[in-house]
């Protein structure tokens, strides 16, 4: 850290009565913005290339929520009230699109609901 930074450290500390760690104060140069301190561009990106950023960095979090490997299966007693609805109404042969008026969710959210239950498998293995 430059002098000024450690300066600002000192001052942060003394002011909250809290450490700094070491790194947490950076300065930019005057007039920059994070696209010049990263030097990925010389410029600020266009409205196109901040949306396709956009996409590609949410296509990424979903490959990385996908990598942790399937969804676990709920167990009875991890059944919260609507869980437990959706179970009985499906076990009494009710289709998503009804239980999920029932129970005022969307019909796919039920459909999930039942495959994390492990009731969909079921049901297609036994037919």
């Known amino acids: 850290m430059t002098d000024q930074e450690q300066a600002i450290a000192a001052d942060v500390s003394a002011r909250y009565g809290l450490p700094v760690m070491a790194g947490a104060v950076k300065q930019c140069p005057p007039h920059t913005y994070t696209w010049q301190v990263s030097g990925e ?5 266009r409205p196109r290339e901040r949306m396709e950023l956009f996409y590609a960095q ?6 990385l929520a996908k990598a942790d490997g ?5 167990q009875p007693g991890d059944y919260d009230h609507i869980d437990r609805i959706c179970a009985q109404m499906f076990a009494d042969g009710y289709g998503t699109t009804v239980i999920g008026r ?6 796919a959210t039920v459909r999930t609901r039942l495959d994390l239950m492990g009731l969909r498998k079921a049901q297609e293995q036994s037919q």
């Open 70 to 74: 399937p969804k676990k299966i709920k």
């Open 102 to 107: 029932a129970v005022s969710r969307d019909p």
């Open 41 to 45: 561009l010389d410029r600020a990106p």
């Open 58 to 63: 949410r296509a990424h979090a979903n490959r």
